[in-house]
C-alpha cells in the first residue's frame, strides 16, 4: 500500500513547478499593484499573490541608503478564498479594475530579490511606472471584474499543458 502511495506522490510531483504566467494589476492612479502567480506543490496548486501601495508608510524601508518600497505576498490554497483577496484588493480603492495575463518572463522588472525582501526596482519608489504591466509578453486583459472571472483568471495561470511548437 504505501508502494502505491508512494507511486502517487512521485506522479503528481512529476507536474510540479510554477506556471507560465502571471496576471498584473494596476491602479488608474498607479499607486497600488497587484500580481498573481500559481505554483504546483506536491500536486497542489498555491496561488499567491504581491501586492503593494507605493503610499503606504509601513512598506517603505531603506535599503542600502535608499528608500525603497517592499511587497507583500499572501498565498492559498483554495481558489475562492484567492478570487475573492484579489477582487477585495482591486475594490479598495473603488476603482473598475483591469487585469492583464502575461508570459511569466522578466519578472526581474517588477521584483528586485533580495535576500531579506523582495522591493520594487527603484525606479517604482514614487509610483508605478507605465511600463510595470507591459514588463512582458501581454497576452490579454479583462475588465468588469466579478468573483468568477478573477477565479476563472486564476484558474487559467495553471494550465494542463503549455508548449511552444
Request: aromatic share 4%; net charge negative; charged share 25%.
Given at each position: 500500500?504505501?508502494?502505491?502511495?508512494?507511486?502517487?506522490?512521485?506522479?503528481?510531483?512529476?507536474?510540479?513547478g510554477p506556471g507560465p504566467f502571471v496576471q498584473v494589476f494596476t491602479s488608474r492612479d498607479r499607486k497600488n499593484a497587484l500580481v498573481a502567480t500559481a505554483?504546483?506543490?506536491?500536486?497542489?496548486?498555491?496561488?499567491e499573490y504581491a501586492y503593494v501601495d507605493v503610499t503606504?508608510?509601513?512598506?517603505?524601508?531603506?535599503?542600502?541608503?535608499?528608500e525603497r518600497v517592499a511587497w507583500s505576498f499572501v498565498k492559498y490554497t483554495d481558489v475562492d478564498a484567492a478570487a475573492y483577496f484579489g477582487l477585495a484588493f482591486m475594490h479598495r480603492w473603488g476603482q473598475e479594475g483591469c487585469m492583464t495575463m502575461h508570459r511569466r518572463?522578466?519578472?526581474d522588472k517588477i521584483f528586485d530579490?533580495?535576500?531579506?525582501h523582495?522591493?520594487?526596482?527603484?525606479y517604482h519608489t514614487r509610483d508605478i511606472g507605465y511600463g510595470f504591466?507591459?514588463?512582458?509578453e501581454r497576452m490579454g486583459a479583462t475588465t468588469k471584474l466579478d468573483t468568477e472571472k478573477v477565479r476563472a483568471g486564476l484558474l487559467s495561470?495553471?494550465?494542463?499543458?503549455?508548449?511552444?511548437?
Open positions: 500500500m504505501d508502494d502505491l502511495a508512494g507511486l502517487v506522490v512521485k506522479q503528481l510531483q512529476l507536474d510540479d505554483e504546483r506543490i506536491n500536486g497542489i496548486v498555491h496561488y503606504d508608510a509601513k512598506s517603505r524601508m531603506l535599503h542600502e541608503g535608499e518572463v522578466n519578472m530579490e533580495r535576500a531579506e523582495t522591493l520594487l526596482p527603484q504591466s507591459c514588463f512582458s495561470l495553471m494550465p494542463t499543458s503549455h508548449n511552444v511548437r
